[in-house]
C-alpha cells in the first residue's frame, strides 16, 4: 500500500513581510487586517489626505446645476469625490444618470444614498469606462455630461467624452496633498526592513519616490492595478507586481502570488 504524498498548504503566505499600507481610515484598517490575516505585518502609514477645492465656486455653481436638472449624467471616479457630494449635501435629480468608476466608488455612492446606473463591467478605470459608454448610454449624442475629479487627476474621461462628441463639464471637487511620514518608516524602508511597499493611486506613487525614494531594490512596489503603474513608473518608481484591478482584495492577492512564486523577504 503506497501513501501519496501532498505538499503542506501554506496558510500564511506573507510571515515574516512588512508591508507599508499608505492609506489609513477604514480602507487601511481593512487592508491591515487582511494582510495580518495572510501573516505579514503591515506598516499603516498614511500618505496623502484629502483638501477642499481652490475653487468652491464653481464646485458650488456646478453642483446646482446638478440639482436643476441640467445634466444628462454624472461621473464619479472616488470615494473621496462622494464624501465631497455629501459634505455638499448635493442632490442628483431622477432624471441624471450616475456613473462609478470602480466597485469601491459604486459603493460609497450607494451607502451614501446616491444611485449608481453603470459600473464598468471589466476595466475598473477611465477605460474602461470609455470603452463602454456607447452602449450604456444606447448610443445617444450629444449628452450634458459632468465629470468630477481630483485637482492632479488626469482628465482621460473628461477628454474622451469630449471626443466622443458629448457635451462636458470637468469640475475639480477635492485637491490631494502630500502628508509626511513617520521619520522611523522613512529610516526602516531605507534599511531594506520593508519588504512590499503598496502603491494605490499616482498620488501616492508621488508621495512614496519624494518620500522614500529611492527604494531599495529588496523591497517590492505592488500597484493597485495598471494605470496606477503607469503613474508609478512615471515617477520613476520600478514596479515589481501589479493587481489585475483597483481593488484592495486584488492587490493583496497580487502580493501573495507574488510570495508563493518565490519572492521572499529579506531578513
Not at 481593512?30 to 464653481?58: E, S, W
Request: proline share 7%.
Amino acid at each position: 500500500m503506497t501513501t501519496e504524498r501532498t505538499e503542506p498548504i501554506t496558510t500564511k503566505p506573507l510571515a515574516g513581510w512588512r508591508v507599508l499600507v499608505p492609506r489609513g481610515g477604514p480602507w487601511g484598517d481593512q487592508v491591515a487586517a487582511n494582510l495580518r490575516a495572510r501573516g505579514a505585518q503591515p506598516i499603516v502609514a498614511p500618505m496623502i489626505n484629502f483638501a477642499p477645492t481652490d475653487n468652491a465656486p464653481a464646485l458650488q455653481a456646478a453642483l446646482a446645476r446638478l440639482a436643476a436638472g441640467d445634466f444628462d449624467w454624472m461621473t464619479v471616479t472616488s470615494a473621496t469625490t462622494v464624501d465631497v457630494l455629501s459634505s455638499f449635501q448635493a442632490v442628483v435629480p431622477p432624471g441624471t444618470r450616475v456613473a462609478a468608476v470602480g466597485e469601491t466608488t459604486a459603493a460609497a455612492l450607494t451607502a451614501a444614498g446616491y444611485r449608481v446606473d453603470i459600473v464598468p463591467s471589466e476595466e475598473n478605470s477611465a477605460r474602461g469606462m470609455l470603452a463602454e459608454w456607447e452602449a450604456a448610454t444606447d448610443g445617444v449624442i450629444p449628452l450634458r455630461v459632468l465629470t468630477l475629479r481630483s485637482e492632479i487627476a488626469t482628465p482621460l474621461l473628461s477628454e474622451g467624452l469630449r471626443r466622443l462628441g458629448h457635451d462636458v463639464e470637468s469640475v475639480v471637487a477635492y485637491r490631494t496633498v502630500g502628508v509626511p511620514v513617520d521619520p522611523k518608516v522613512v529610516e526602516d524602508v531605507a534599511a531594506g526592513r520593508v519588504q512590499a511597499v503598496l502603491v494605490t493611486s499616482g498620488s501616492v506613487a508621488r508621495q512614496v519616490q519624494e518620500q522614500l525614494g529611492p527604494i531599495p531594490d529588496t523591497t517590492l512596489i505592488a500597484c493597485i492595478g495598471p494605470r496606477t503603474a503607469k503613474d508609478a513608473a512615471g515617477f520613476g518608481l520600478d514596479v515589481d507586481i501589479v493587481a489585475a484591478d483597483r481593488s484592495a482584495d486584488s492587490l493583496i492577492d497580487a502580493l501573495v502570488q507574488a510570495a508563493l512564486a518565490g519572492a521572499h523577504p529579506v531578513r
